[in-house]
């Protein structure tokens, strides 16, 4: 479980975050939804570590990440696996190298353990014969998948995931938010997922925290979404047609 | 002044929450192959031709007629490993090492490559920056002697095959009053400014922000402030220590 708590980052005098609170619980697909600019991905580097918030702390199963430690914070971290929204694999590495990358450094098994690992992964994630194909010879969906992989290979407890399906296919886009969802549910870990894909939403959202303009102003399940009084909320729902159309046809007249 | 302040922490932090030194070991000898090894080439055509026409330009310069001929060995040998090889070679070697540093860290950085290493628990200055300023540190006064020597052959070829100098006098030239010191000079300067260059431009290409056009930006700036800073270094060198 994570818990975030009155977080606040500003950018140049400019408040970004404004104070944002909230649960994200384990084996659940947790997504964090709203506009560009709203601060979707800087929410989550502060979750991360990668940006310090000006206020607030972030809690990893009651341990303060926020505050913790130079030792505790990287155990925290060797917890962690992410998804970036351009796969960020390394471009000097070919895909298995890039799924045995956190094992190597990180831990000390064996060659033959690490690689049958990096194999399981590769073949939970739907990819087979592709180890020395380099991240310049694959799809963009396939480099989400490696991404997926590596970051799910040191049996990672929390998973975060910075706009999966940006460019990819609507067909693509669903294999992953679906394979993100039962990788949380199979491992029983912590996602939590950055979108602003209404598809996604409604596939994989067990918990979905919507943010305007800095503020979180609507939390719940993907189940409430629609029926929502909240005018932010309902603008960025109902922005595209087929949204639109779903909603006449659920409430006639 | 920020900016020092933030390069010296840089720095700084390339030595805490290492990994392990296995880890080192291997990105290490990569760097020396990446940095020293494929260097080599255009070092070595450099310090040959620098020899060459620093023996030709000497001559050129001597006229009178009771400075004998060895001189323009002795003037190369003293230009070369003072100045010639450890500080023109570190020109080259920001231009190419340098450049590649920045622009390599710098599309890691834009690509989110650092951040996958941070997310990770991994210190991303010390595991991407230490085996280059290491390497850096190992292969460029290697690069440096062969500089030396190839400028020394360069003039050679030049001033004997075009019937500038005399064989003999060219190497009596050499060995006449050396000066030991000037070589451990030499030295000391190579690793200073492998420092500089490796270091300098990690940090600019470790701090891009924005996109392809940083880059582009960012490697040009740690040329620029390369050389820059081994200017400065080589004059507070020769006023610190000849």
Same mark, same amino acid.
């Given at each position: ?48 570590? @990668? ?5 607030? #702390? ?7 990440? #926020? ?47 690490? @690689?049958?690992? $990096? ?33 799910? $290979? ?13 460019? @990819? ?20 870990? #912590? ?63 | ?16 929450? %290492?990994? %392990? ?32 026409? &620093? ?21 190369? %040998?003293?230009?070369? /490993? ?26 890691? %950085? ?41 400028? /020394? ?45 490796? &270091? !300098?431009? &990690? ?17 040009? /700036? ?5 050389? !820059? ?14």
């Amino acid at each position: 479980m994570i818990e975030i708590d009155n977080i606040k980052k500003s950018f140049d005098g400019k408040e970004v975050l404004k104070g944002i609170s909230g649960v994200f619980e384990k084996g659940k697909t947790n997504l964090i939804i709203g506009a560009s600019g709203t601060g979707k991905s800087v929410l989550l580097k502060c979750i991360v570590g @990668l940006i310090k918030p000006d206020e607030g #702390t972030v809690f990893y199963d009651n341990r303060d990440f #926020t505050n913790a430690d130079r030792n505790l914070k990287t155990d925290i971290r060797r917890e962690i696996g992410m998804l970036f929204q351009g796969g960020a694999l390394f471009d000097s590495k070919n895909v298995e190298q890039n799924v045995i990358f956190p094992l190597n450094v990180l831990t000390q098994m064996p060659l033959d353990e690490k @690689l049958d690992r $990096v194999n399981f992964c590769l073949q939970r994630v739907g990819l087979e014969n592709v180890n020395k194909k380099m991240p310049s010879e694959i799809s963009g969906g396939m480099k989400k998948r490696v991404g997926i992989a590596r970051a799910i $290979v040191n049996n990672s407890s929390y998973l975060f995931c910075d706009e999966p399906n940006s460019g @990819l296919d609507p067909q693509t886009a669903i294999t992953i938010d679906n394979l993100i969802k039962e990788i949380t549910e199979e491992f029983n870990i #912590t996602t939590i997922v950055v979108t602003h894909d209404m598809n996604s939403v409604m596939e994989i959202g067990d918990y979905v925290m919507f943010l305007h303009e800095g503020l979180k102003v609507w939390e719940g399940s993907d189940q409430n979404i629609m029926k929502s009084q909240v005018k932010e909320l309902n603008d960025f729902v109902f922005a595209n047609k087929m949204m639109r159309t779903v909603r006449n046809e659920e409430t006639p007249g | 002044m920020k900016s020092i302040g933030k390069y010296i922490l840089f720095i700084g932090s390339l030595f805490v929450n %290492r990994e %392990r030194f296995k880890t080192y070991v291997q990105l290490t000898l990569d760097e020396c192959i990446n940095i020293g090894i494929n260097s080599l080439v255009l070092v070595s055509i450099v310090a040959t031709f620098i020899g060459a026409v &620093s023996t030709i330009q000497t001559a050129y310069n001597l006229v009178s007629p009771l400075i004998p001929d060895y001189v323009i060995s002795q003037v190369v %040998r003293d230009l070369t /490993i003072l100045e010639l090889a450890p500080s023109i070679t570190a020109i080259v070697f920001a231009g190419k090492v340098g450049s590649n540093i920045a622009g390599e860290l710098g599309t890691m %950085r834009i690509t989110e490559q650092i951040d996958a290493l941070e997310v990770m628990g991994i210190n991303s200055v010390s595991y991407l920056v230490f085996p280059k300023v290491l390497a850096s540190l190992i292969t460029y006064p290697m690069l440096v002697v062969i500089a030396g020597f190839l400028s /020394i052959m360069g003039g050679y070829l030049a001033g004997v095959y075009t019937g500038i100098v005399t064989e003999a006098d060219y190497i009596y030239g050499l060995k006449v009053d050396f000066i030991e010191f000037n070589v451990f000079f030499a030295m000391i300067k190579s690793f200073v400014f492998a420092f500089l260059v490796s &270091s !300098i431009s &990690s940090y600019k290409g470790y701090y891009t922000t924005g996109g392809a056009f940083e880059v582009g930006k960012a490697s040009t /700036i740690a040329v620029t402030n390369s050389c !820059i800073a081994i200017l400065l270094a080589d004059y507070l060198l020769a006023q610190l220590l000849l």
